[in-house]
């Protein structure tokens, strides 16, 4: 594939994923009933990911209270999950960024975090 | 070229190669110079590690191997290095890190409401322990890994969505 080829693909292809986030960012409140969580409907406990949806959701319409009630982490995580995959596709480009982004402390960190948040809100 | 070194937990430098080797420098000691990116072990670095070559056939010759130990610098790269590490290349010829899919791990377990992204990040853990331990076959496998858990969230995370959206259209007939 050329790298013209490439570029409209990729246009495309973020073209399309804007549309359809917009579209469902404005589907406010889902439908009934949301798209829930199978872990949650399986073991009646929240994962680390549930209320994201919600939270993304009260973000676009403005809502950062109503966000960060949701679901925090998916707030604080989003940003810092776009860097960290840029940073990834762009290795080749940057190799010692890479290297220092994903150092053993930010990796163990992350890994801590999320088992972390991950219990403290089924208590 | 002088180097920082780490010895009783200490950072001291920056010194030349022969007062570093005074201060008890040995192979798995971390040293860092200007423009690398990380601490690494000191016979990952290439001239110090002639050095430790050097004495360590001069040490054979004492013992009286039979064998003739290689000249210092016809050692290749690729050679098998010291302590527990089992390919390490020099610092400087390392092989990039493979991809940790960390960003997308997490993007996951955000999104795709499956706790498998949990374990994605897990195995991207993984891929920069390995690396660091020169096990770079290992950290590939781990890349690899946390890739597959990747693919299993965002699969299980589709499935439950169309699941999710056939039961909406369901309950609006």
Redesign the interface.
């Known amino acids: 594939m050329n790298s013209r080829k490439r570029l409209i693909l990729t246009v495309v292809a973020l073209g399309v994923a804007a549309v359809v986030i917009f579209i469902y960012l404005s589907l406010s409140p889902l ?10 409907a399986a073991t009646g406990f929240d ?4 209320g ?1 949806q919600r939270a993304f959701q009260a973000l676009f319409r403005g809502d950062i209270d109503a966000a960060w009630g949701y ?1 925090p ?2 707030i604080v ?2 940003p ?9 596709v762009g ?2 480009h940057w ?2 960024l ?3 982004v ?3 402390w ?3 960190s ?2 801590v975090l ?2 972390g948040w ?1 219990i403290f809100r089924n208590l | 070229m002088e180097y920082w070194i780490i010895v009783d937990g200490k950072a001291q430098g920056p010194y030349g190669i022969d007062e570093m080797i005074r201060r008890g420098v040995t192979p798995s000691t971390p040293v860092w110079r200007q423009g690398m990116t990380e601490w690494v072990p000191a016979a990952t670095v290439r001239e110090l590690a002639e050095y430790f070559s050097v004495n360590e056939s001069y040490q054979s010759q004492q013992l009286g191997y039979s064998t003739p130990p290689p000249s210092p610098s016809a050692v290749p790269a690729q050679q098998p290095g010291y302590g527990n590490q089992p390919n390490p290349l020099y610092a400087e010829e390392r092989p990039a890190m493979p991809s940790t899919y960390l960003g997308w791990n997490i993007a996951a377990t955000v999104l795709c409401c499956i706790p498998c992204g949990i374990i994605g990040i897990i195995f991207s853990a993984m891929v920069r322990n390995k690396y660091d331990y020169g096990d770079y076959a290992g950290a590939q496998n781990a890349s690899k890994w946390a890739s597959i858990w990747l693919i299993l969230s965002v699969v299980l995370g589709i499935i439950q969505i169309v699941f999710a959206f056939v039961i909406n259209i369901f309950s609006f007939l």
């Open positions: 439908g009934s009933p949301p798209l829930r969580c199978a872990f949650k994962c680390p990911g549930c994201s679901n982490f998916a995580a989003a810092l999950a776009v860097f960290m995959i840029v940073v990834e290795k080749y190799p010692r890479h290297r220092a994903m150092s053993r930010v990796l163990v992350v890994g999320v088992v991950w």
